[in-house]
């Protein structure tokens, strides 16, 4: 049974600096695609950062290029937000999908909970 369980949200600054981190179970994150989301109130959710495998650099949307981090473990995924600024206000998402290609391909998409993340003063 795949989990991704999130935690390091609350309340900061602006300027300010969070750690998130995706604990995974159920399957070996190494090759899996792992990404953070973000869903602000009244706005659809967005990607983040992505990294498609414990081997290459991540992937990060413009608006956070310069500010966030994203490294993964054997089954630990964290985001490192520094500079946080109040439109970073959202619930973050850590996301897994899982390609498997025998005896077909398939995709399957798993999410966590979502994690408060509040940059306010």
């Known amino acids: 049974q795949v989990q991704l369980v999130e935690s390091g949200g609350g309340l900061v600054q602006p300027g300010g600096s969070l750690k998130l981190t995706c604990v995974s179970s159920?399957?070996?994150?190494?090759?899996?695609?792992m990404s953070w989301f973000r869903q602000a109130p009244g706005k659809e959710r967005e990607l983040v950062a992505r990294s498609v495998n414990a081997f290459s650099e991540p992937d990060y949307a413009e608006f956070v290029k310069g500010r966030f981090g994203m490294s993964r473990g054997k089954n630990t995924v964290s985001l490192y937000m520094n500079n946080l600024k109040p439109e970073d206000t959202a619930v973050y998402y850590c996301?897994?999908?899982?390609?498997?290609?025998?005896?077909?391909?398939?995709?399957?998409?798993?999410w966590g909970q979502g994690t408060q993340v509040t940059v306010s003063s």
């Open positions: 159920g399957f070996t994150s190494r090759d899996v695609i």
């Open positions: 996301h897994a999908k899982i390609i498997t290609v025998t005896p077909d391909y398939r995709e399957d998409d798993y």
